[in-house]
C-alpha cells in the first residue's frame, strides 16, 4: 500500500491561497488603483442666500459618520434638516468606527462619499489626503451667508482659533467640527459628600492623595493599552509650567525642546504618580472602557480623558455620578496654569472628486447653523465650534469656564505631523506611567526621535503660525 | 472521446481558473506593481519610485524589524509547539492506553477528550481575541490567570500578561498553540488510524514501550502528515494579525513588544497611507512563505515505508 503523492502539491496550492490573506490589505486595494480621476467642479459662493451653492436638490447626498464617542444621533437629524430643505434628495447615511477601511478604498477608486467625519483611530491620516489633492478646500463654505443670517458668513459664526487644526499650508481642508478639550475629570458628587475640593495645584492633588486611598480607592487611573490618553495631559503640565513657547519649540522640533527643565519636571512629576503609588492596580493593562468603567465604580478619583466622556457614559453612568473636568494641576511655578489643551475636533471633509460637493457644503453649512449646533448639544452634551450655543450640564458649563481665554487653547500638534514621533511618543508615555522607564530614559528617548525627525529630509515639517 | 477532449476539459476549468485568476493572481501582481510606486492608498496617483521602498523596509528599526523579528519566534515556536502537543495528545487518545485483553485504544475518556480539545476551532478567532484578552487581564480586572496565580501565593504580573513586554509574545503564542491544537489532534489521529493495529500489537509482543511505541513506529510513519502539518502552522505563523491586533495594547505593544508582520502591514495600509510600502512588506511576506514551503517539502523528504 503506497499513499499517493497528493499532499505537497495540495499544500503548495493552499499555500498560495493564504498568502493572498496575508497580503489582504494590498490586494483589496490594488483593484483600486485604476480608478477614475474625472475632477468634479469647484463650488462657489451664489447670490442666493438660501441656497448660496447651487444645490441640485435632485441629488443623493452620501455622509459618513465616525460612529465613537459621539455616536450618530446629531448627524441623523442633520440629514433630517437636509431632507427638509431639499425634500427630493436621498441621504445616504454610514456610521461606522472603521473610516480607513471603509472609505480609503472610495477615494482610490475616485468614488469618495460627499461629507466624511474623518475622525477615530482608524482616520485616514489627513496630511495624506490633502498631499494627494483628495480634499476640497473649505473657503467657499466659509464665506457664505451664515443660515441664520446672510449679514453674517459662516467663518464669523465660529469660536476663535477652531480653524487652526484643519488648516494645511495656510488653507482649510477640514471642519473640524466638535469644540472639545482634553481635561482631567472627577466625580462632583462625591468629592462634595466627601468634602473634597477639587486640586488646582499639582500639589493640591498629591495631598489629597492620601486622603482618597483612605477611602479605598485609587487616586489615578488611565487607558493604560492606549497611552495615548496621557498625551495632553503630559504636555499640558510641561506647557503650564514653562509657558507655550515650550510646547511650540517640541511641535517645531528643535533642539533640546524635550530636555527643557519644564518637559523634564512634567516627566518626573507623572513618573512621581506611579512612584508614590497613586495609580490604579492593572491600569497599565486595560483599555479605555475598562478604565472608564473603573472610573465609574470610584475605583479610582480621577481619569485623563477628553470632552466626550459624560456622552460616552450616557446610558452606563451609575446613579446620581456628575461627571465634571477640571485643568490639568498645575506645578509649582507655572508660568501659565491656565493653559489648556482644546479646540475643533472631529474633521469634517468634502472630497475632492465628491459627485454632490455643493450639497456637501450645505450639508455642514446646515451643521454650523444655530438648530444644527444645538441639535448636536443636546443629543452629546458637548459644544460645537459654533459661538453662543446654550448647554444646559455641567460639564459643559465647566469646560465652557477653562476654555474662556483664547490665549490659554493650545493643541500639541507633533503627534499629527509626524508619525515617527506619533509612534515614539505613546509607548514612551505607557512606559514611564508604568514605570518601566525613568523620566530622564523617556525625555532622551523623545529627543533622539526629534533630532531623527528634524534630520529627515523626507519628512515634510509644519510649524504653528507666529 | 479522445474527439474534442481539450474543450471539454477546459470548459470545467474555465471558471475557477478565472476566479483564481481574477481573485488571486491579479491582485498579486499589482501588489508588486504598487511596491515598486509611493502609493498612499487614497488617490489614484502615485509614482514609481523603484525599490525604494524595499530598502527602506530594512531601515525601519521602529515596526518592521521587530515584527520580522517577532514572526520569526512565532514562525519556530508555533509549528514545533503544536505538533508536539498534537502528537502526544493524538498518540494517548489512539493508542497511549493501557492495552486490555490485547487490544490497542486510547486512554480513558478519549472521546470526550477528542471533543473538548477540538472545541477552540469551533470558535471565531475574534471571539478567542476577546476571552483571552479577559484570561490574561490585569487580577482587579477580572484576569483568570493572574488571580489564579496570587491565590496560589506565585508573583504575577501587576498588569496583567498582555501589557507586560517580557510576556505579551508569548501569551498570544499560547493562545495560536491553544486554538490550533485540537484540530492537529484530529488530524494526527486519522492519520494514526491509517497505521495497521499489527504493527502495535508486534511491537508490544516485543516489549516496547509506549514511548518506543511512538518513536519508532508512529512517528516515522507520520512523517507526511507532520510535513503538512509544519507548512499549515507555518503559514499562520506568518500570517498572525487578528490576535495582536485584538488583545495587545495599541495593536502590537506594549512599546512594539508583539508588533509582527501582519500588523505592521495594516499599520501602514490603513494608519500611515502607505500602501505601496505596506505593499512591499506584502511582498517580502509572499516570498517568506512561498520558500518556507518549497525548502519543507524539499528537504522534509524521507524514504517512504512501504505498508
Same mark, same amino acid.
Given at each position: ?10 499544500? %503548495? %496550492? #493552499? *499555500?498560495?491561497? /493564504? ?8 490586494? *483589496? ?86 461629507? =466624511? ?8 491620516? !489627513?496630511?495624506? =489626503? ?7 478646500? *473649505? ?15 459662516? #467663518?464669523?459664526?465660529? #469660536? ?6 484643519? /488648516? ?48 479605598? !480607592? ?40 524635550? %530636555? ?70 498645575? *506645578? ?35 451643521? =454650523? ?39 490659554? &487653547? ?18 514612551? &508615555?505607557?512606559?514611564? !506611567? ?33 | ?66 515584527? @520580522?523579528?517577532?514572526? +520569526?519566534? @512565532? ?19 489512539? @493508542? ?40 490574561? +487581564? ?19 504580573? +501587576? ?77 499562520? +505563523? ?70
Amino acid at each position: 500500500m503506497r499513499k499517493p503523492n497528493t499532499k505537497p502539491h495540495f499544500s %503548495r %496550492r #493552499r *499555500l498560495l491561497g /493564504t498568502t493572498a490573506a496575508g497580503l489582504a490589505a494590498s490586494s *483589496l486595494a490594488a483593484c483600486a488603483t485604476s480608478g477614475s480621476d474625472d475632477d468634479s467642479e469647484d463650488v462657489s459662493v451664489g447670490e442666493d442666500v438660501e441656497n448660496p451653492f447651487g444645490v441640485d436638490g435632485s441629488l443623493p447626498l452620501d455622509v459618513v459618520i465616525f460612529d465613537g464617542g459621539f455616536g450618530d444621533e446629531y448627524a441623523v437629524q442633520h440629514q433630517e434638516m437636509y431632507k427638509n430643505a431639499f425634500p427630493d434628495a436621498t441621504v445616504e447615511h454610514l456610521a461606522t468606527q472603521a473610516i480607513a477601511e471603509t472609505q480609503q478604498t472610495r477615494f482610490s477608486q475616485g468614488e469618495p462619499c460627499d461629507v =466624511l467625519d474623518n475622525s477615530g483611530a482608524q482616520q485616514i491620516p !489627513m496630511d495624506v =489626503l490633502v498631499g494627494d489633492g483628495e480634499l476640497a478646500e *473649505l473657503t467657499p463654505l466659509l464665506d457664505a451667508p451664515s443660515y441664520d443670517d446672510p449679514e453674517v458668513t459662516v #467663518r464669523d459664526t465660529l #469660536r476663535d482659533g477652531v480653524l487652526t487644526a484643519g /488648516t494645511f499650508n495656510g488653507k482649510v481642508y477640514a471642519l473640524n467640527y466638535v469644540f472639545s478639550a482634553w481635561t482631567i475629570w472627577y466625580d462632583a458628587a462625591l468629592f462634595e459628600e466627601k468634602g473634597w475640593t477639587p486640586p488646582t495645584t499639582w500639589d493640591e492633588m498629591l495631598a489629597l492623595c492620601p486622603t482618597i486611598q483612605a477611602e479605598g !480607592m485609587a487616586p489615578w487611573t488611565y487607558a493604560g493599552k492606549h497611552p495615548v490618553y496621557l498625551y495632553d495631559m503630559f504636555l499640558m503640565l510641561a506647557g503650564q509650567h514653562g509657558g507655550v513657547d515650550v510646547l511650540k519649540a517640541i511641535d517645531h522640533l528643535e533642539a533640546d525642546a524635550w %530636555r527643557h527643565d519644564s518637559v523634564v519636571a512634567a516627566a518626573e512629576a507623572m513618573y512621581g504618580l506611579w512612584e508614590a503609588g497613586y495609580i490604579l492596580d492593572g491600569t497599565p493593562g486595560i483599555d479605555h472602557i475598562e478604565s472608564q468603567t473603573a472610573f465609574n465604580d470610584h475605583k479610582a478619583a480621577f481619569i485623563p480623558v477628553g470632552s466626550w466622556l459624560p456622552n460616552e457614559q450616557k446610558g452606563i453612568a451609575p446613579e446620581g455620578f456628575q461627571y465634571a473636568p477640571m485643568a490639568v494641576p498645575h *506645578l509649582e511655578g507655572a508660568v501659565q496654569p491656565g493653559l489648556i489643551s482644546a479646540g475643533g475636533e472631529e474633521p469634517f471633509v468634502v472630497p475632492q472628486n465628491a459627485k454632490n460637493k455643493p450639497g456637501a457644503y450645505e450639508y455642514l453649512r446646515i451643521m =454650523l447653523s444655530k438648530e444644527g449646533s444645538q441639535i448636536f448639544g443636546d443629543t452629546v452634551q458637548a459644544a460645537t465650534v459654533v459661538k453662543g450655543v446654550e448647554l444646559d450640564n455641567l460639564a459643559a458649563q465647566l469646560t465652557d469656564e477653562l476654555v474662556s481665554d483664547p490665549a490659554n &487653547l493650545f493643541q500639541p500638534r507633533f503627534r499629527f505631523w509626524y508619525s515617527t514621533m506619533d509612534e515614539e511618543v505613546r509607548p514612551g &508615555l505607557g512606559s514611564l !506611567m508604568a514605570g518601566e522607564s525613568t523620566p530622564e530614559e523617556f525625555i532622551e528617548r523623545m529627543q533622539t526621535v526629534a533630532d531623527e525627525t528634524a534630520a529627515d529630509d523626507s519628512i515634510e515639517k509644519f510649524t504653528h503660525d507666529a | 472521446m479522445k474527439h474534442g477532449k481539450y474543450p471539454f476539459i477546459l470548459s470545467f476549468l474555465a471558471l475557477p481558473v478565472g476566479l483564481y485568476a481574477w481573485l488571486v493572481i491579479v491582485p498579486f501582481a499589482q501588489a508588486f506593481q504598487i511596491s515598486l510606486t509611493d502609493w498612499s492608498g487614497s488617490s489614484n496617483q502615485f509614482n514609481y519610485i523603484g525599490f525604494e521602498n524595499y530598502a527602506n523596509l530594512f531601515k525601519d528599526d521602529r515596526l518592521v524589524l521587530p515584527a @520580522i523579528r517577532h514572526t +520569526a519566534i @512565532i514562525l519556530v515556536v508555533l509549528p514545533v509547539v503544536t505538533i508536539a502537543l498534537g502528537l502526544f495528545f493524538a498518540f494517548m487518545l489512539n @493508542i497511549g492506553g493501557r492495552s486490555r485483553q490485547g487490544r490497542i485504544e486510547g486512554v480513558r475518556g478519549s472521546r470526550f477528550h477528542k471533543i473538548v480539545f477540538f472545541f477552540p476551532q469551533v470558535l471565531s478567532v475574534a471571539i478567542i481575541g476577546i476571552l483571552w484578552k479577559q484570561v490574561y +487581564a490585569p487580577e482587579g480586572f477580572g484576569g483568570l490567570i493572574t488571580g489564579a496565580l496570587r491565590a496560589v501565593g506565585l508573583p504575577a504580573p +501587576a498588569n496583567g500578561f498582555l501589557a507586560d513586554k517580557r510576556f505579551v509574545l508569548a501569551s498570544v503564542i499560547a493562545v495560536l498553540v491553544w486554538s490550533a491544537v485540537g484540530f492537529y489532534l484530529v488530524f494526527f489521529s486519522s492519520a494514526m488510524a491509517s497505521i495497521p493495529r499489527d504493527l502495535y500489537e508486534a511491537g508490544i509482543v516485543d516489549g516496547a514501550g509506549r514511548f518506543q511505541t511512538f518513536f519508532k513506529i508512529t512517528l516515522p510513519l507520520l512523517w507526511d502528515s507532520v510535513q503538512t502539518a509544519w507548512i499549515y502552522l507555518s503559514i499562520i +505563523a506568518l500570517d498572525v494579525f487578528v490576535l495582536v491586533y485584538m488583545m495587545t495594547p495599541d495593536r502590537g505593544g506594549p512599546d512594539g513588544a508583539s508588533e509582527v508582520v501582519g500588523g505592521v502591514i495594516w499599520k501602514y495600509a490603513f494608519n500611515k497611507g502607505e500602501q505601496a510600502f505596506a505593499s512591499a512588506l506584502g511582498v517580502v511576506l509572499f516570498f517568506a512563505a512561498l520558500s518556507l514551503a518549497v525548502v519543507a517539502l524539499r528537504f522534509g523528504r524521507r524514504e517512504r515505508i512501504e505498508l
